[in-house]
Nanobody
Framework: QLQFVESGGGLVQPGGSLRLSCAASGVTLDSYNIGWFRQAPGKEREGVSCISNSDGVTHYVDSVKGRFTISRDNAKNTVYLQMNTLKPEDTAVYYC?????????WGQGTQVTVSS
């Protein structure tokens, strides 16, 4: 059974950095495309970034381009999201995700709060 555990969130001042981790169990992550999503209070969940399993190609939503970097460490079965130059509008619960057929798998999320 595939399970994700996200970690690394916290409270940070505007302009600060955080690195989120998404550790997987039950599967080897390098077989799957992995995405990071976020959901702010009162808003819909949105895709932030993703990384392909085959060639490591990455994609980012426009609002985080140049500030966030997704990466994977297959030896640790973990995907990371390095977030720099954080803004108050980045405040949200961040989730990692993959889809296997029609089934979506989500972790429990990690809270990121950007505030002075």
């Amino acid at each position: 059974q595939l399970q994700f555990v996200e970690s690394g969130g916290g409270l940070v001042q505007p302009g600060g950095s955080l690195r989120l981790s998404c550790a997987a169990s039950g599967v080897t992550l390098d077989s799957y495309n992995i995405g990071w999503f976020r959901q702010a209070p009162g808003k819909e969940r949105e895709g932030v970034s993703c990384i392909s399993n085959s060639d490591g190609v990455t994609h980012y939503v426009d609002s985080v381009k140049g500030r966030f970097t997704i990466s994977r460490d297959n030896a640790k079965n973990t995907v990371y999201l390095q977030m720099n130059t954080l803004k108050p509008e980045d405040t949200a619960v961040y989730y990692c995700n993959t889809a296997v057929g029609v089934v979506n798998y989500w972790g429990q999320g990690t809270q990121v709060t950007v505030s002075s």
